[in-house]
């Protein structure tokens, strides 16, 4: 299976294809600099004709109507084919993001689960009949392909972001085009090739990998699309969405989070300690649900901050495939000098900086694009470094001593995708997980999900839900068949 070099690296129409003007993007390994691969870059030309295929394949072709036993046994073909190349796929993640080989094979066994889910969901879908009180009509509720989608997905979590809309798309019958991010490209180019082993007919996914500010107009801002599914930054999320509603395109956005992890007082200590430094450092901070604000009960905070400094200091970074690395690097120099320009603005607001905020002095690591797990301590909501998201190894620290303020701080956001609580008493963890605004709460636990569960923020978090059955219902339209079986006239005008 190649993912790159002299092999094309687009896929439109059920045909490899180079890009129409030939530009290449050198792929860097943020652990050490090198180049793990040059991949084609597509044109706005290339995105077009990918919308293209994908409209006339729904449009003419028999994917949409084909029998869901045989989508079912479809995503089922790719999740093996997936258990197959797990270790090549895995590989491939963790060259291209950095992320360490052990992280990558969870991220696989997930996708294996998400094309499992719907393969065992679409097969047992069926219409929904509504009593209507009238023996001669069958009402039905069916359900059927929205059309054409363009899935964008983020850098962080590459394959598994695709596949969290590929695999409903399949399902429900959509034919789609493919954007992985430019900068991690190579587990979709790898999982589109693996597809097309598996049987997907031509035309229904196709794959562009480029920019977006080169072909996002040709993929959201043209009538040959139904359905637009992105997950990323707030501020692309806003223009697609504008765009959207200018077009009367359906649009489902997740755009990330800035997420709480409320820690009462009496929460038990070790899995608390634990589960904040997973939450937060793990994929060294790169995660959408990831509890970069730590709200601590006032009487055990300064207990609980140093605990946290000290294992935080003693986390192993490194090279993703060296079995000792308990995370790997940021995913790019850009994106490290980002993380540090909030570090520097955190120490200028006034936040008490605890453990790390500077590079690694390591001469191993030089080349690579590694930053410390980080904690700032003493921090407060006038702050920048606590209401935007840092997408980084940054924690901050907060303070409260009531249960009300605690759930004012956990909602004082302007998003809404996840929060932690933490708490031995039963009766106040399920007061303070319905009252806050988010759309995954965990409570003793944290970062954990399911194929069959929805995913989906509140607030600036976006709209609509990926997984579970309502991922699903978002690749679907309702459609509502009248039948009468026994046609007379109506009779409501006489004809006199």
Not at 47 to 61: I, K, L, S, Y
Not at 196 to 223: F, I, K, M, R
Request: net charge negative; glycine share 10%.
């Amino acid at each position: 299976m190649s993912v790159s070099g002299d092999l094309p690296d687009l896929y439109i129409g059920g045909a490899w294809v180079h890009s129409s003007d030939g530009g290449k993007r050198e792929l860097i390994n943020p652990a050490d600099g090198s180049v793990v691969a040059v991949v084609d870059e597509a044109t706005s030309d290339d995105a077009a004709r990918a919308v293209a295929a994908a409209r006339a394949t729904f449009d003419e072709g028999s994917w949409p109507a084909t029998p869901v036993s045989e989508r079912a046994a479809l995503l089922t073909r790719i999740a093996d084919l997936l258990v197959r190349d797990k270790e090549l796929l895995a590989r491939i993640e963790t060259d291209d993001t950095g992320k360490t080989l052990v992280e990558s094979r969870v991220d696989i066994d997930d996708v294996v689960s998400v094309f499992r889910y719907y393969a065992e969901l679409i097969a047992v879908s069926s219409d929904r009949l509504v009593d209507v009180g009238d023996p001669t009509v069958i009402s039905r509720v069916v359900r059927e392909p929205i059309g054409v989608c363009v899935l964008i997905a983020p850098w962080n979590y590459p394959l598994l972001q695709i596949s969290w809309k590929i695999a409903p798309a399949l399902a429900a019958g959509c034919t789609m085009v493919a954007k992985p991010s430019e900068v991690t490209p190579l587990s979709t180019i790898a999982f589109v090739r693996l597809a097309e082993e598996a049987g997907v007919p031509p035309g229904v996914l196709n794959l562009v990998q480029g920019s977006g500010a080169v072909l996002g107009a040709a993929l959201t801002d043209t009538d040959d699309v139904d359905l637009i599914s992105f997950t990323g930054g707030l501020a692309t999320g806003r223009r697609i969405a504008e765009i959207a509603a200018r077009r009367v395109t359906k649009a489902a956005v997740e755009l990330g989070g800035k997420n709480p992890h409320i820690v009462f007082a009496d929460a038990e200590w070790e899995s608390s300690v634990d589960q904040v430094l997973t939450g937060v450092f793990l994929h060294s901070g790169q995660v959408c649900s990831s509890g970069t604000r730590l709200i601590v009960e006032e009487s055990i905070a300064d207990d609980f901050v140093a605990e946290l400094a000290k294992r935080a200091a003693k986390i192993k970074f490194g090279n993703g495939l060296d079995p000792a690395s308990e995370t790997g690097p940021l995913v790019s120099e850009q994106h490290r000098e980002k993380v540090e320009a909030y570090v520097a603005l955190g120490i200028s607001e006034g936040a008490k900086l605890v453990v790390g905020g500077e590079r690694p002095a390591d001469p191993t690591l030089a080349t690579g694009s590694f930053y410390p797990p980080t904690i700032f301590d003493r921090c407060d909501r006038t702050m920048r470094i606590v209401t935007e998201e840092t997408f980084g190894p940054i924690l901050t620290v907060e303070r409260f001593t009531t249960e009300d303020e605690a759930i004012m701080l956990g909602n004082d956001t302007e998003y809404g995708l996840a929060a932690g609580v933490r708490t031995s008493d039963a009766a106040r963890g399920e007061r303070v997980v319905r009252a806050l605004r988010h759309g995954t709460v965990w409570l003793n636990d944290f970062g954990y999900y399911t194929a069959a569960a929805e995913w989906g923020g509140f607030k600036k978090s976006g709209n609509g839900r990926e997984l579970g059955p309502a991922g699903l219902a978002e690749y679907q339209e309702m459609k509502h068949i009248w039948h009468n079986t026994t046609p007379k006239p109506a009779g409501w005008f006489k004809g006199d």
